[in-house]
């Protein structure tokens, strides 16, 4: 064959590859429904060869050196995402987690999933501009149906939802919930209350590091805030407790807390005050009990919403309520991936993750490992678990300091900056940093139809 011919050919083959390469990318048939589409773009673009705990291999992996760079896929992307769960709500049409849904809706804006190495072997799996609108579009509607809040319909699929005005309560409960929050009684020796830790006029926290209990002696994890704990799916930086009530039950009895021994002790002491006889005796068939007792303080907590931020009345339609640059650090908060784990209501409290996602935190910060620093490891033994916490929700986050699980960022400034690099993988210059902090001053809220301030504020 002449040269002239042999490149014909060639061109020819390329042409024909392009044209099938592009067919097998369309973006799914139009009758099916958006979920349908969604979960074959997941199918087909190989999410779960790469983020489930027992991947189906491809052939390719009994190759030698294929093997290894696959391997380093699989490990990596599991550690940090697990498709699962969503696949099968999609399939069953039950809800899925919204940090979920938020996870893959920035990687099918960002384009970023799957790789380019892996979409270039396997044909049809690309994420184009059409399957990334499909996702996006399912993202934003799915939101509006899902929470079905009173945000703005133009702000309807926004990831960060506003808090309801009012949450249902048992008035009477809450005010025995509210005594309870404020008696030390629920301590060996008549010293701390639930107060002492998360008192109400420093925005539900001690701003110290580790918390400071009967006789002074100290935890090793910082303290989060009670306000809109209970939008939180479990509470403690382990979840550990299911519940508000089963949140309440831990640190009466806790040796460095509140050190009582028992309920039972407790209880007794109570039962010499003739106000908690006669309103436990009104309001519960059983009287004072422990379950009673829990109860009531989380009915009591139940209230502790802080509605009315700034931010809240820009979701609901108040253009006025952000200035620019805030408005602009609320777009990097959600280009920087912060949005696809510090979702809905309270920016967070709805999943597990992994603490050093991008950059190995605790290898960086130069302490010795604590027991509290394996996270909700402690809770399940399963080793990917460790250094996963509860991600902690943003509301009033400006007077919660210090920050983190151990306490090591005086600075809302720091905690910013370093959440960037170690889960997000990016360098904020200052001025992007400034903005995200500025947007994050936006969601201080109001309680009982007053700013809510910190005590300790200068
Ligand atoms: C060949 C393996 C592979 C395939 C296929 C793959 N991913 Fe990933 N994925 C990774 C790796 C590795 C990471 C972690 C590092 C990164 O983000 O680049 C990751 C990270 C993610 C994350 C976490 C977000 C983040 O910022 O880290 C999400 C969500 C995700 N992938 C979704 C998907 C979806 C959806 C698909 C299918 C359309 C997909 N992935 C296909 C390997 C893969
Ligand atoms: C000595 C200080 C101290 C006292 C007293 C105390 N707490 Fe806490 N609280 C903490 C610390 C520290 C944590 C975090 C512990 C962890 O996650 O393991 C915490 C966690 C919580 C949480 C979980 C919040 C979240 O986001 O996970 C709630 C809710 C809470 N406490 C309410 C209470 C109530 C109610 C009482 C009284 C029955 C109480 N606390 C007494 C220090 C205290
Ligand atoms: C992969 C999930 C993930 C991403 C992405 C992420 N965060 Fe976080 N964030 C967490 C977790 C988990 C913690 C708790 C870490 C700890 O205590 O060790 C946290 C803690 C914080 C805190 C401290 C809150 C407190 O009360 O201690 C702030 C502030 C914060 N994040 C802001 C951001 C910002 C801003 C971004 C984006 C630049 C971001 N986060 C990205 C998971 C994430």
Redesign the pocket.
Known sequence: MKRGTILFVLLGAVLVAGTVYTLMNRPPAEDLSRQERVLQIFDKGGCLACHSAEPELPFYFKMPVADKIMQQDIDSGYRAFNIEPLMEALATGEKPSMVDVAKVEQVAIEKRMPMAKYYLVHWGSQMTAAKSEIIVGWARELRAAYYADDAAEVRAGEPVRPIPQSVETDAAKVELGRKL?HDTR??VNNT???A???DLSTAGV?NKQ????VAGQK?G??????YN?LY?FV????G??AT?AD??AG??LNP???ASTSFDEIIAKLAKDKWYVETFNSLYADGITQANITNA?EEF?RTLITPNSRFDKWLRGDDAALSADEIEGYELFKEYNCATCHVGVNLG?ESYELMGLRKHYFADRGLELTE?DNGRYKQTQQERDRHRF?V??LRNVELTWPYY?DGTRQTLEEAVRDMAIYQSGVELTDEECAKVVAFLKTLTGEFEGKPLTNANMQ
Not at 221 to 226: E, F, K
Request: aromatic content about 8%; hydrophobic content about 30%.
């Open positions: 929050y629920l301590s701390v209350s639930c002492s830790c998360h001690d580790y918390s400071e209990g935890g994890v910082n303290a989060p805030t009670v704990a939180n509470q403690f930086w382990d550990r407790a508000l949140q309440a640190p009466p460095v807390e509140m303080i907590e409290g509290e509860k902690p929700g699980h």
